[in-house]
């Protein structure tokens, strides 16, 4: 079952698809090739899993590859609004992980020639590696920006975070406080979110969190996905997978983010130097895509490794 939910927003090519994906409907953000696509590239969010928070990244990765990709945005169960029929579920990571696997086996299905490529953000760059172990001749590539794959043990706010995802109470206070106000009248709700976020988030930000976080069972769902994260990844990374892929896992990190320290690629580069791994140096924070400027910067930082690997692998 699929549904056209219109385009991303008015400025965006993007297109909004709402299909059921392993049993539960999904938002989807699509940009179609000019042609027959070279590149089938698949986006995988962080958490929260908002697709719409990427549509300026999106639309600046399809433009400069050309127009010769297609791209597509895959959101998380039940963190978006139109995710109705899941209403009072929870899900783990590994549900989310499940659920893009399903995704990815439909894609490959539809699309067997068409080269795949995987890109994630945060969490996402940890669940599109699950996807590489479990399609590995048919994944070409894989690109973490500022990808959490760690558990990061010197961040004291990564601490505070696991402890109030773990305690039950305060999940629950702090999803009925984003429900109570989403309730409130849009103008007041919209200035109390551009009060808290507005100083470094451009304003279509601002908006999509009023459209889709104000509402309290999609942040219990997002916190408790959390809390299975913190629970989920370990503190070193899984040095044989890398090692075995190391020719098509890339890394983007930002030059102060405690999700993807700097640490972490000073430790991989000195285990596996081959391992290809990028600093964006502009400064723009974990949450790039929040800002035109920082969606522009990590867009063409996402092509050149694309460009790069497949120059690569014509050599």
């Known amino acids: 079952m699929s549904g056209d939910g219109g385009a991303a927003s008015s400025s965006s090519r993007a297109a909004v698809r709402l299909e059921r994906i392993g049993g539960h409907m999904t938002e989807l953000l699509e940009l179609h090739a000019h042609k027959g696509p070279a590149l089938q590239i698949v986006f995988v969010p962080g958490n929260p899993g908002v697709v719409a928070y990427y549509q300026e990244y999106l639309d600046a990765l399809y433009d400069i590859l050309e127009g010769g990709a297609s791209v597509t945005a895959i959101s998380h169960i039940a963190h978006v609004s139109k995710d109705w029929e899941d209403a009072g579920r929870l899900f783990s990571l590994q549900e989310q992980i499940d659920h893009k696997l399903e995704f990815v086996q439909q894609q490959l299905n539809q699309r067997p020639d068409v080269p795949l490529?995987?890109?994630?953000?945060?969490?996402?760059?940890?669940?599109?590696?699950?996807?590489?172990?479990?399609?590995?001749?048919?994944?070409?590539?894989?690109?973490?920006?500022?990808?959490?794959?760690?558990?990061?043990?010197?961040?004291?706010?990564?601490?505070?975070?696991?402890?109030?995802?773990?305690?039950?109470?305060?999940?629950?206070?702090?999803?009925?406080?984003?429900?109570?106000?989403?309730?409130?009248?849009?103008?007041?709700?919209?200035?109390?979110?551009?009060?808290?976020?507005?100083?470094?988030?451009?304003?279509?930000?601002?908006?999509?969190?009023?459209?889709?976080?104000?509402?309290?069972?999609?942040?219990?769902?997002?916190?408790?996905?959390?809390?299975?994260?913190?629970?989920?990844?370990?503190?070193?990374?899984?040095?044989?997978?890398?090692?075995?892929?190391?020719?098509?896992?890339?890394?983007?990190?930002?030059?102060?983010?405690?999700?993807?320290?700097?640490?972490?690629?000073?430790?991989?580069?000195?285990?596996?130097?081959?391992?290809?791994?990028?600093?964006?140096?502009?400064?723009?924070?974990?949450?790039?895509?929040?800002t035109k400027a920082g969606s522009q910067c990590v867009a063409s930082h996402t092509a050149n490794i694309i460009i790069s690997h497949i120059a690569c692998a014509h050599l």
């Open 117 to 290: 490529i995987l890109v994630g953000h945060s969490i996402g760059a940890y669940i599109i590696m699950e996807i590489l172990r479990r399609f590995p001749s048919q994944v070409q590539q894989v690109i973490g920006l500022y990808p959490f794959v760690t558990l990061n043990r010197n961040s004291q706010w990564q601490g505070f975070l696991r402890r109030v995802s773990e305690t039950s109470a305060l999940c629950t206070a702090t999803s009925t406080l984003a429900g109570l106000v989403g309730r409130l009248p849009d103008a007041v709700s919209r200035g109390l979110v551009k009060v808290l976020l507005g100083r470094v988030w451009d304003p279509y930000a601002v908006d999509i969190t009023c459209q889709h976080l104000l509402q309290s069972r999609v942040v219990h769902n997002f916190m408790y996905m959390g809390r299975t994260e913190f629970a989920t990844l370990p503190l070193e990374p899984d040095w044989g997978f890398l090692r075995e892929f190391q020719s098509r896992i890339s890394f983007l990190f930002g030059t102060d983010d405690h999700w993807g320290p700097l640490s972490l690629l000073v430790h991989i580069s000195k285990e596996i130097p081959q391992l290809k791994m990028v600093v964006e140096r502009e400064g723009h924070l974990h949450t790039f895509s929040c």
